[in-house]
């Protein structure tokens, strides 16, 4: 998120929050406070993909699309009744905000804290995809083996009390990270640090899936190929376009700043996903899908705190020593003996920590500068200030420590909660979740009926075998399902 000066007191502005006695909203006043430009540029909203589906195997993958839809939702419902409030209420206390905002109370005209130039409504509406987002990554963390209900309660837990958090000490001008002079552009440490290591946490606690029958295509732990690359490969497209906005926007104006941002995660990106692969030929002669992927993934999320802050000629280096550090924490994830299937401890949380060390190392002053506001930053390294690593170590080490121990604690608790045991049982795991949870699919017969895709192909199996299901034409498409196959 932008890191600008704090704006004008609210006791100085007029009261743009009262309505008319007619009803009517005072449209002229309000309007001419704000630039039209930054006001359509902060209504870009980002898109998630599915790239996470794609990486589960196919009797989970629902669920994952699913969770997601979860957190589109209830995190918003919770970010619209209290969750704005705890980050972004106009406060002097260091650590967490207040409930004057809660359900968006007041929250129309104000300048936001974010920017002068900005309302408070239109910051709100922008700072739902963060949040959002952030639980997406971290739903992906219950891999297979989590069981639905408990996972939702753990993720309205954790973005109360480990995101918002995090998001009030690192962007409201009164928290005690920003107060300290952490540069965190977009979102590493409140998003990026903490999904990946509360990720962690959450492995930890289910323990590994799984593998009576010896699939894992990894001796030491479970690792089984992901059933779509094609739904990875369309997720990343669609996030990475949604980064743009995530990280150019967050300037909180529409300036050459902000384009310049916006370079800067493409190139990012770009050097992540190049040296992801270069280093996956090197060790395994081939490429993959999956690994490029995850390399412009992890460039994307090396540059979000840097984005604001480097030159543009250092942003590819960013990407591809983010990639780099990710890539080998994938590749030697094995000796934590956690089942992490997703990668997101590697990408996000090590990625995030990597681009907060990064960043305290290139950042330069005059990058900043280009907003027209934010004139007071005094670099990173390069710049020769050499406390600001100092402040970027200790706040990626905060951000973690935090999201790891809070969410065990979280998870822990819910655990103990009649009825709330966080793993599946075994024999719903091996089923696959999806079997479990929705009505969309089903199993009879070694078959996988997807139920509203046209009219059964009659007497069509892949072994060529006519099948009783399909005979009389179903509502739905048949896909034989092998029984030593059934992932």
């Known amino acids: 998120m932008a890191e600008v000066p704090a704006p004008t007191p609210i006791a100085e502005w007029p009261d743009y929050n009262v309505m008319p006695t007619g009803g009517d909203v005072m449209t002229t006043d309000l309007n001419a406070l ?24 196919r009797k989970a993958a629902l669920t994952m699309i699913f969770q997601s839809l979860f957190c589109a939702s209830a995190v918003g419902i919770q970010f619209w009744v209290y969750g704005y409030s705890l980050y972004q209420s106009h406060t002097t206390n260091p650590f967490l905000g207040d409930l004057s905002k809660a359900g968006l109370h007041n929250v129309l005209a104000y300048p936001s804290l974010a920017n002068s130039d900005i309302p408070d409504i239109l910051y709100a509406c922008f700072g739902f995809t963060f949040v959002t987002a952030t639980a997406m990554i971290l739903a992906g963390a219950m891999l297979e083996r989590g069981r639905m209900w408990p996972s939702m309660l753990f993720l309205l837990c954790w973005t109360t009390f480990v995101y918002y958090v995090l998001a009030y000490a690192e962007w409201n001008p009164s928290g005690w990270l920003y107060q300290l002079g952490v540069y965190d552009f977009a979102g590493s440490g409140p998003v990026h640090i903490a999904s990946g290591f509360s990720a962690l946490a959450w492995a930890v606690m289910l323990g590994p ?9 990894h001796p030491k732990m479970p690792h089984f190929k992901p059933h779509n690359p ?13 980064w743009y906005a995530f990280n150019g926007a967050s300037t909180a104006n529409i300036s050459i700043r902000s384009i310049y941002v916006v370079c800067n995660t493409n190139l990012a990106a770009c050097g992540g996903g190049l040296a992801w692969v270069l280093l996956e030929y090197i060790f395994v002669w081939k490429f993959s899908i999956i690994g490029f992927c995850s390399g412009i993934i992890a460039g ?15 942003a590819s280096l ?64 390069w710049d020769r200030n050499w406390k600001q690593m100092g402040y970027q170590l200790a706040a990626a080490c905060t951000c973690a420590a935090w999201s790891f121990v809070v969410s065990i604690i979280l998870l822990f608790v819910i655990n103990k909660i009649p009825g709330c045991h966080i793993r599946a049982t075994e024999d719903d795991e091996l089923r696959g979740l999806d079997y479990k949870y929705f009505h969309d699919v089903d199993v009879e017969d070694g078959m ?26 179903q509502d739905g498409v048949v896909v034989p399902v092998m029984p030593e196959k059934r992932d």
């Open 209 to 217: 899936r799984v593998d009576p029958h010896k699939e894992s295509h």
């Open 34 to 57: 704000y630039d039209k430009g930054d006001l359509c540029w902060l209504l870009i909203t980002p898109a998630i993909g599915f790239l996470y589906a794609g990486m589960h195997r």
């Open 318 to 381: 960013v990407g591809a020593l983010t990639a780099c550090a990710s890539f080998f924490t994938v590749r030697y994830k094995y000796l934590l003996r956690i089942d992490e299937g997703l990668d997101i401890f590697a990408i996000h949380g090590v990625g995030g920590f990597v681009g907060d060390i990064l960043t305290g190392f290139f950042a330069a002053n005059y990058v900043p500068a280009m907003d027209g506001v934010s004139n007071m930053y005094e670099g990173g390294w």
């Open 448 to 473: 996988m009926v997807l139920n509203g895709f046209g009219a059964t192909t009659t007497g069509l199996t892949r072994s060529g075998v006519t099948s009783p299901r399909a005979e009389g034409g």
């Open 230 to 242: 094609f739904l990875v490969g369309l997720g990343t497209i669609l996030i990475w376009f949604g």
């Open 300 to 314: 994307l999320v090396g540059i979000t705190p840097a984005a604001g802050f480097v030159p543009i000629y250092v």
